[in-house]
């Protein structure tokens, strides 16, 4: 459950939108219920938690919306008088036809109607703040991601701009327009006229805007608008002010895209980077081929291209959330170790949060036979070989299988076997400290790790002997090939007969 998500409450206190229960409701009664439930403060909604810090607090304000509001749970008037300080006067001015005031007043002043037909679009661009706000809600309803958020916004406003650059290029010559009736000859070319007489409201309003549009693109993108040629100062002026305004809006959206690729791909950059590192270190201390490609097939499989530091993800979550976490990544062990079917749950939340991960890669030798034994280990996935002190092969353990446990419970703490790994294998490493904390004081733990621990080193006892008596024989009869078969069933019904008496 995530933290905002709603609790499923099964007391039977009542309805989480705080309306009171209609006996026999009409068709009419529910749709005015369903209708006030819709308006209610909503935890759909991106910005409510910007408000209200839990689901519960927001049920709250539901409920003094209905103890105070009655009926009107958002009250029209609150909205009305909102509009009305803010918004409605320019929106006011906007709609007001003073072009045809002007005409039927008999106004001959050109410039008057330039500022009839301007002061729409100034009153409309206070809208441009709320119009942004409610585009972040729009695409913060519609996407959890923060960087499609920005890239989707950044594209939306860059649409804009060019939008506004591609009516800007049209100033002088409407300006021109409606201070004196007509526009210079110079403008032709600009506009795509062949003709002095002409009138401007002649050429089509879709080719105007290609063409301004076009210029616009091409600012933006530096690549120069030399199919348009310019003759007038005012013509040089406003393509020159479009051309630095481009310029400068190019540099942000390159410096915008330069930091989502570094937000996006961060973990990739931080591997490569790592990389690096490791191949002038390995340069540095010249390395032997084998032992390179050894060391790259590790990192490759240990991040797969994406760099992380896993201490520092989880060393800000609660414990709780850590023993979740935890217990999520080590499933695959969970359902292979028969030893964890019977423990609780809290044990093996503690346990597995103990639990190092740790990779090695194949021929990778794990632990020495006589060496001092400082853990034990889990094998997640992979296999590995055991190998006696002296060399003999003892057997292959697999996933959900131990090793290493027996060392812990001796007094010398010796390694009486060596582990090499035979493929790229998995393993969770218990320290001996956590050991002697949570294994010893299971006494069921205890006694199953012990009781598998007995086993191999029987069979390890007995795969010595065998090993030591073919190397006796080969010894005595100096031949290289292998003993006799007899010697060999021998030895293995020796083995076998100890584990039947085990098992009995």
């Not at 045809?100 to 109607?113: P, T, V």
């Not at 996006?264 to 390179?292: C, G, I, T, W």
């Not at 030798?365 to 997640?380: K, P």
């Amino acid at each position: 459950m995530t933290f905002h998500d709603k609790h499923g409450c099964t007391l039977g206190i009542g309805s989480d939108s705080m309306l009171p229960k209609l006996r026999n409701p009409t068709w009419c009664q529910r749709a005015i219920r369903a209708l006030q439930k819709m308006i209610q403060v909503s935890e759909h909604h991106p910005l409510t938690f910007d408000v209200f810090r839990s689901y519960p607090t927001m049920v709250v304000e539901r409920q003094r919306h209905v103890v105070e509001g009655g009926r009107c749970i958002i009250h029209p008037f609150s909205q009305f008088r909102n509009y009305l300080r803010h918004y409605f006067f320019p929106d006011l001015a906007s709609c007001l036809p003073l072009t045809m005031i002007l005409i039927a007043l008999g106004c001959g002043i050109h410039y008057c109607f330039l500022i009839a037909h301007s002061l729409p679009v100034v009153c409309r661009a206070t809208r441009i703040f709320s119009v942004v706000m409610d585009l972040r809600t729009l695409l913060q309803t519609m996407t959890k991601s923060i960087i499609v958020y920005r890239v989707v916004r950044h594209v939306l406003v860059y649409a804009l701009i060019m939008h506004w650059f591609s009516c800007l290029i049209y100033l002088p010559p409407i300006i021109n327009f409606y201070c004196y009736g007509s526009i210079p000859l110079g403008y032709n070319a600009f506009l795509g006229l062949k003709g002095q007489n002409r009138d401007i409201t002649m050429v089509p309003v879709g080719e105007r805007y290609l063409k301004a549009l076009f210029i616009s693109v091409s600012s933006f993108f530096g690549t120069g608008f030399s199919l348009v040629q310019v003759n007038l100062p005012a013509e040089i002026l406003i393509n020159s002010i479009v051309i630095l305004l481009a310029s400068m809006c190019m540099i942000y959206n390159v410096v915008f895209l330069l930091v989502t690729y570094l937000i996006v791909f961060n973990s990739s950059m931080q591997y490569q980077e790592l990389m690096d590192q490791v191949e002038k270190y390995m340069r540095h201390k010249q390395f032997p081929l084998a032992l390179k490609r050894r060391v790259r097939a590790y990192y490759d499989y240990r991040y797969q291209e994406r760099y992380f530091k896993e201490e520092r993800a989880l060393q800000c979550l609660s414990e709780q959330l850590r023993n979740e976490l935890s217990l999520h990544t080590c499933q695959n062990l969970l359902d292979k170790v028969a030893i964890f079917e019977t423990l609780p749950p809290t044990f093996i939340g503690t346990l597995l949060a103990c639990l190092k991960f740790e990779v090695y890669m194949p021929n990778d030798l794990i632990v020495r036979a006589g060496d001092f034994g400082d853990c034990m280990y889990f094998i997640s996935s992979g296999t590995v070989a055991v190998y006696s002190s002296k060399g003999a092969e003892v057997c292959h353990l697999e996933d959900g299988d131990f090793f290493g446990a027996m060392a812990l419970m001796v007094k010398d703490r010796k390694r009486f076997a060596t582990v090499v790994a035979i493929e790229i294998t998995q393993v969770y490493r218990l320290d001996a400290d956590d050991f002697y904390g949570f294994v010893m004081d299971n006494r069921e733990l205890f006694h199953h790790i012990e009781d598998q621990m007995m086993q191999r080193i029987n069979k390890t006892v007995l795969v010595d002997d065998a090993y030591r008596r073919e190397r006796e024989w080969r010894a005595s009869t100096g031949q290289n090939e292998p003993p006799a078969r007899d010697a060999r069933i021998s030895s293995m019904a020796d083995i076998h007969a100890v584990q039947a008496m085990e098992e009995q």
